[in-house]
T-cell receptor
Framework: DAGVIQSPRHEVTEMGQEVTLRCKPISGHDYLFWYRQTMMRGLELLIY????????DSGMPEDRFSAKMPNASFSTLKIQPSEPRDSAVYFCASSLSPAPTEGYTFGSGTRLTVV | GDSVTQMEGPVTLSEEAFLTINCTYTATGYPSLFWYVQYPGEGLQLLLK?????DKGSNKGFEATYRKETTSFHLEKGSVQVSDSAVYFC?????????????FGSGTRLLVRP
């Protein structure tokens, strides 16, 4: 199993540009999560999906952020327009249903720098 | 709401020293508890877990016991190695309050010197 795959690993963009982060979950996992990690705020859950449907997006910072999961093997997190304060490491994670006792499998993350 | 509190880091130890990283939690229901480890430049990896009171999770020489009476899940290792240097996160999952979300602590950085 290749694990959770995220791309790109690093992204540097200018303020105001659109950024798209990508995630491929583990095959068969029904839940997909997007987290953001910063020094100041630690790990924050942005949004999660169950069977491709967004369940809780209360962690999405503002309307500039959007996430989609068009099928079971692919999800995107888009920031438009990007701002310097969006600089962070963004993690995608997936897990099996319906077992919260199993924890999540995380991808290696995308380090985003907005200049 | 649910929350996890970890000891402040960094924790600096010499190789073969004993490690304890404290973790306490607040939960509405009966949570499952986890320790994750993050090595430099990588994502989080599940280290160990416990799903009910008095359960002991263990992996790679690390262990933690689910203490319901003290709402704690402290991570311990008898003899650390340089390769254990990483950031350690305590987390909980509580169906009663946080749906199907993992709530993480702020993380504790461990640095092991040769």
């Amino acid at each position: 199993d290749a694990g959770v795959i995220q791309s790109p690993r690093h992204e540097v963009t200018e303020m105001g540009q659109e950024v798209t982060l990508r995630c491929k979950p583990i095959s068969g996992h029904d839940y997909l999560f997007w987290y953001r990690q910063t020094m100041m705020r630690g790990l924050e859950l942005l949004i999660y999906f169950n069977n491709n449907v967004p369940i809780d997006d209360s962690g999405m910072p503002e309307d500039r952020f959007s996430a989609k999961m068009p099928n079971a093997s692919f999800s995107t997190l888009k920031i438009q327009p990007s701002e310097p304060r969006d600089s962070a490491v963004y993690f995608c994670a997936s897990s099996l249903s319906p077992a919260p006792t199993e924890g999540y499998t995380f991808g290696s993350g995308t380090r985003l720098t907005v200049v | 709401g649910d929350s996890v509190t970890q000891m402040e880091g960094p924790v600096t130890l010499s190789e073969e020293a004993f490690l304890t990283i404290n973790c306490t939690y607040t939960a509405t229901g009966y949570p499952s508890l986890f320790w994750y480890v993050q090595y430099p430049g990588e994502g989080l990896q599940l280290l160990l877990k416990a799903t009910k009171a008095d359960d002991k999770g263990s992996n790679k020489g690390f262990e933690a016991t689910y203490r319901k009476e003290t709402t704690s899940f402290h991570l311990e290792k008898g003899s650390v190695q340089v390769s254990d240097s990483a950031v350690y996160f305590c987390a909980l999952s509580d169906l009663m309050d946080s749906s199907y979300k993992l709530i993480f602590g702020s993380g504790t950085r461990l640095l092991v010197r040769p």
